[in-house]
């Protein structure tokens, strides 16, 4: 399995393009976080790799969760160790939002196939039991398990979330190399869960004027309405988190009509709203705080873009800063979100250019 979502890949460019090259902070064994599911098969079997597995399994939290955007590769001191022990029943932060879980169990599973220690094994499995605990009854998933009020108990979309508990889920059901020690009772768990879980994305799908358009980054965990998550990710469609879920139902082998007719209403919309003749440059601009600016020039030549967020109903892109208020240029927002936060992206165009395509032919037209 991917970890990422290609567009969760491509979100994570952007930033490179908005903020420059990251830190990635090189871990104890020369290896940084963001490079650490790309090893060579036999390097998961070394003590380098080890010693990030180890780490792993400190920041575990006892329910099997993981807390997100920590560099788990970096060194640890005896009293870190101890301070990661001592808080290991504290787990109302574990989560599957940016990435958080994932990468861990399929780093974990990795070193496991290499080593043969039940330890990674095992914690790998919490980690699964941990993804499907926290599903829903009805089939979709929250951003935080345990629940914590407010918009972080709305079934997520939002960086991919939902769409990686289900991409690792099906690994495990289709017994994949990798997940094999998932075991029988494990795999009919987990395609269970994407069963339901393919129920809530089909059922989500945002219809205006009974056509099918795409998705909301996140919806209501009881009605499934679109809903608003922090002050600039208002109730709209997802010109990004969309491409991620068509790219799951697109993996279905034999699609029933239901998952056809949701791909193609969702890349007819894609194709709909794509915006054409611009492209987004970065301008330096020492006088501004963070150096630099974000604008949308005029560009017969450039590819197309798509925004985060369209206005359900005209499809309108909008543009929301930390005060709500729905624009409709990328200028008219404050400095600090424009240049903080992605608004514009090609988040669809390998998706409109090759991944449609192949699933066509794959499908016989």
Request: aromatic share 10%; hydrophobic share 40%.
């Amino acid at each position: 399995m991917q970890p990422k979502c290609l567009f969760v890949k491509t979100l994570f460019l952007l930033s490179l393009f908005l903020h420059g090259p990251a830190n990635k902070g090189l871990s104890q064994v020369g290896i940084s976080w963001n490079e650490i599911l790309d090893q060579q098969a036999s390097w998961y079997g070394t003590d380098q790799a080890s010693q990030i597995a180890e780490n792993i399994l400190l920041y575990q939290k006892e329910n099997g969760g993981w807390y997100k955007n920590i560099d788990m590769s970096e060194a640890l001191t005896d009293t870190e160790k101890e301070s990661l022990m001592a808080e290991k029943s504290n787990s109302m932060g574990t989560t599957l939002d940016n990435d958080a879980g994932f990468i861990q169990m399929e780093y974990l599973a990795k070193v496991y196939r290499e080593t043969g220690k039940p330890r990674y094994k095992n914690a790998a499995l919490a980690g699964l039991d941990y993804l499907l605990e926290a599903q829903y009854e009805n089939g979709g998933w929250p951003q935080y398990y345990p629940l914590r009020e407010g918009y972080y108990s709305h079934i997520t979309f939002n960086d991919g979330a939902m769409i990686q508990a289900m991409n690792l889920l099906r690994e495990v059901a289709n017994e994949a190399p990798l997940y094999a020690f998932a075991g029988k009772s494990r795999r009919k768990k987990a395609q269970e869960a994407i069963d339901k879980g393919l129920e809530i994305v089909l059922a989500s799908q945002i219809r205006v004027n009974g056509r099918l358009t795409a998705w909301c980054a996140q919806v209501d965990a009881q009605d499934l309405s679109p809903v608003q998550a922090r002050a600039y990710e208002l109730p709209s469609i997802s010109g990004s988190e969309s491409v991620g879920i068509i790219q799951y139902l697109m993996q279905l082998e034999q699609p029933d009509a239901a998952v056809i007719e949701a791909i193609e209403g969702a890349v007819s919309w894609f194709q709909e709203v794509k915006l054409e003749n611009i492209r987004l440059d970065r301008v330096e601009k020492p006088d501004l705080p963070k150096g630099y600016d974000l604008v949308v020039v005029p560009d017969s030549d450039a590819d197309p873009l798509w925004a985060r967020f369209y206005e359900i109903g005209t499809n309108r892109p909008m543009f929301v800063g930390r005060d709500s208020v729905v624009r409709y240029a990328l200028h008219e927002i404050e400095h600090e979100r424009r240049v903080g936060y992605s608004y514009l992206g090609p988040y669809a165009k390998k998706l409109l250019e090759s991944d449609y395509p192949e699933w066509k032919r794959r499908m016989g037209n």
